[in-house]
């Protein structure tokens, strides 16, 4: 029997990159579309040179495809583009693509989301499908918007909401942590109590292969996380551990940090280290999912591999 061709965009990014080969090593068949002629990626089964911005070379993109694995966007941890570009590049080319693979007949379209659709940077209760979504920023509302426009398309498809994505080649939050961890110095960040929930890019991919194999209809947003949200501290020492170190973590009263980070300018830094956001995964379980990685040995590994 032929494997299933799985049409897979934004490749060269940090998700896709990992999405190519996980899918690959699974025995999928895999087309990537790209925005320019590069050097083709080892064990792809082609490449098709196109712009998801201009909906063009869609129909050659497409053909004889099994599958859409949607990963392109603009993020938000990467641009200050204003709200009108994250629609043009998150809402109207996910639009257009699911169109035209309507038009090709795909059978499923995966589009990566984020748990940015469904809420803003903290979360006071424990996320899942069944909460409404209010997302806070412009990258959170383009993402929803898109996860919208897909439910008005005659395909099946499923928007997964990943939280905050670890794995070699992070960006953004995750690589700062990690540079955190990396100091060679005792961090004041032992009191911090706030739980957030994280996925490996290993976890991720284990997710897109379950919902590509599960029976149709889907046709609605999973959240994609591991099963236990960790204390800032707790990925800290989890990161160290992989260091061969010792936590090295000491409790600092909230005042005196809150201070330290306004003198420094990262008042920001509050929210995004002490709050909560933990997020359940009711829908993927009920497909019989769970994430094959363990948040702590996940992190210990990748501190381990050098980040």
Do not use: C
Request: glycine share 10%; net charge positive.
């Amino acid at each position: 029997m032929t494997a299933p061709l799985v049409a897979l965009t934004g490749s060269t990014g940090f998700i896709g990159r990992h999405l190519l080969t996980a899918l690959t090593a699974r025995g999928y068949r895999v087309r990537v579309l790209l925005r320019r002629p590069l050097e083709l990626p080892p064990g792809i089964s082609g490449a098709v040179v196109g712009d998801l911005a201009r909906s063009q070379n869609m129909a050659a993109a497409l053909s004889g495809a099994d599958a859409v694995v949607h990963s392109a966007g603009l993020a938000h941890a990467m641009s200050g583009a204003p709200e009108d570009d994250y629609r043009t590049f998150n809402t109207e080319a996910t639009r257009g693509l699911a169109q035209a693979a309507a038009r090709a007949r795909v059978r499923r379209f995966v589009f990566l989301s984020s748990i940015r659709a469904q809420v803003g940077p903290s979360a006071a209760g424990i996320l899942t499908e069944a909460d409404a979504p209010a997302p806070t920023d412009p990258y959170g509302r383009s993402k929803l918007a898109a996860e919208e426009a897909l439910a008005g398309i005659d395909i099946d498809y499923v928007s997964l909401r990943p939280v905050l994505v670890y794995g070699p080649g992070q960006k953004g939050n995750m690589a700062a942590l990690m540079r955190l961890a990396a100091a060679p110095y005792p961090l004041p960040l032992g009191g911090l109590a706030g739980r957030r929930s994280l996925v490996s890019v290993e976890s991720l991919s284990d997710a897109v292969d379950a919902v590509l194999r599960a029976p149709g209809p889907l046709r609605r947003p999973l959240i994609v996380a591991e099963a236990e949200a960790l204390r800032v501290p707790e990925m800290i020492a989890s990161l160290r551990a992989g260091l061969s170190r010792r936590p090295g973590l000491v409790p600092m009263p909230q005042v005196l940090l809150d201070a330290a980070l306004a003198l420094t300018g990262r008042s920001e830094l509050r929210e995004r280290l002490g709050s909560s956001l933990v997020a359940r995964t009711a829908g993927l379980e009920a497909l019989g999912w769970t994430a094959p990685v363990e948040t702590r040995s996940g992190l210990e590994a990748l501190a381990r591999a050098g980040g």
